[in-house]
């Protein structure tokens, strides 16, 4: 009999859940590839690369943009987008991770601190 086992919250905690999750839907994955090609490239123009219409690239930018994979900047009407150097550094380091090298951020540094009792003494008479 398999006991169902507690289920952490870690993706509150690990960024790089969020990161991943942010990177899984195969039109996301497409718009952080159309960045790694280029510098930047306007909200309009994603729409061809990836194949749907601009409410949805919206939609898209807004998860990568929430997970820190993308930073944005208005000019005008316009917004353009560019991959996140940080993102970027994060995805070369859990590679290299992967690939045998020692980690950056040990898994225990990612667990959230309880948080103190906090408690005011009581007035003095």
């Known amino acids: 009999m398999m006991r169902h086992m507690a289920r952490t919250k870690t993706t509150l905690v690990d960024p790089d859940v969020r990161l ?19 510098a930047e490239v ?13 409410p949805t690239v919206s939609h898209h930018l807004k998860v990568l943009r929430e997970a820190g994979v993308v930073d944005a900047e208005r000019r005008g009407t316009w917004i353009y987008y560019r991959l996140a150097p940080a993102a970027a550094e994060r995805l070369r380091g859990l590679a290299a991770e992967l690939s045998g090298a020692p980690q950056l951020i040990p898994a225990h540094a990612l667990r959230r601190a309880a948080p103190a009792a906090t408690s005011t003494p009581a007035p003095q008479a």
């Open 42 to 54: 306007c909200a309009c123009d994603f729409s061809t690369c990836c194949d749907v219409r601009q």
């Open 20 to 38: 991943f999750q942010a990177l899984a839907d195969p039109t996301r994955l497409a718009i952080v590839r159309e960045l790694a090609s280029v």
